[in-house]
Antibody, heavy 125, light 114 residues
Framework: EVQLLESGGGLVQPGGSLRLSCAAS????????MSWVRQAPGKGLEWVSA????????YYADSVKGRFTISRDNSKNTLYLQMNSLRAEDTAVYYC??????????????????WGQGTLVTVSS | DIVMTQSPDSLAVSLGERATINCKSS????????????LAWYQQKPGQPPKLLIY???TRESGVPDRFSGSGSGTDFTLTISSLQAEDVAVYYC??????????FGPGTKVDIK
């Protein structure tokens, strides 16, 4: 059974940093591209960042480029999101999501077949 | 980026009746090389993560009840719940993955019981 478990969320002041983790199990983690998707309170879904299975390719939404860094440790089956220079508008539940196929065929992609439960990040003074 | 819109914003349907949600993309998500529409539908219940219902516009995910169906091609898509059940109360999102970086979602449609 595929499981994705996020952690690391919390309350942080504007300009601060936070690192999210997503522990994966139930599939060959290193074979699959992964993404982070966020959802501001009461709002819709926004893709944030993605990483290839090997970790060699990373991609970011314009809204977080230069501030967030996605990475993975395939030996630990864990995905990360390092968030720096946080802003109030980064307040959201952050989900990790597994791609429905091992890799994109860029520029074409795939849907997300599994999502974690999410971790809440609140940026406020 | 491809912009996704959904209509209506919300709808209330009687138990056992049909619910229809529309999704429109700002450009075609039909890939001519494989004749596939790069469009997915998700269901999100309060306090839960999104759940994949439909991909390739009309392929039902394993375990999803057959009252859920997807249709459409190019820029116009529909999610139909043929006979609404109480457990179907949720927000439904469409997603395009044709131009996948970034992939984009519709704003969501809230479905309630009338």
């Amino acid at each position: 059974e595929v499981q994705l478990l996020e952690s690391g969320g919390g309350l942080v002041q504007p300009g601060g940093s936070l690192r999210l983790s997503c522990a994966a199990s139930g599939f060959t983690f290193s074979s699959y591209a992964m993404s982070w998707v966020r959802q501001a309170p009461g709002k819709g879904l926004e893709w944030v960042s993605a990483i290839s299975g090997s970790g060699g390719s990373t991609y970011y939404a314009d809204s977080v480029k230069g501030r967030f860094t996605i990475s993975r440790d395939n030996s630990k089956n864990t995905l990360y999101l390092q968030m720096n220079s946080l802003r109030a508008e980064d307040t959201a539940v952050y989900y990790c999501a597994k791609l429905g196929a091992p890799r994109w065929e860029l520029p074409r992609g795939y849907y997300f077949d599994y999502w974690g439960q999410g971790t809440l990040v609140t940026v406020s003074s | 980026d491809i912009v996704m819109t959904q209509s209506p914003d919300s709808l209330a349907v009687s138990l056992g009746e049909r619910a229809t949600i529309n999704c429109k993309s700002s450009q075609s998500v039909l890939y001519s090389s494989n004749n596939k529409n790069y469009l997915a539908w998700y269901q999100q219940k309060p306090g839960q993560p999104p759940k994949l219902l439909i991909y390739w516009a009309s392929t039902r995910e394993s375990g999803v009840p057959d009252r859920f169906s997807g249709s459409g091609s190019g820029t116009d898509f529909t999610l139909t719940i043929s006979s609404l059940q109480a457990e179907d109360v949720a927000v439904y999102y469409c997603q395009q993955y044709y131009s996948t970086l970034p992939t984009t979602f519709g704003p969501g449609t809230k479905v309630d019981i009338k």
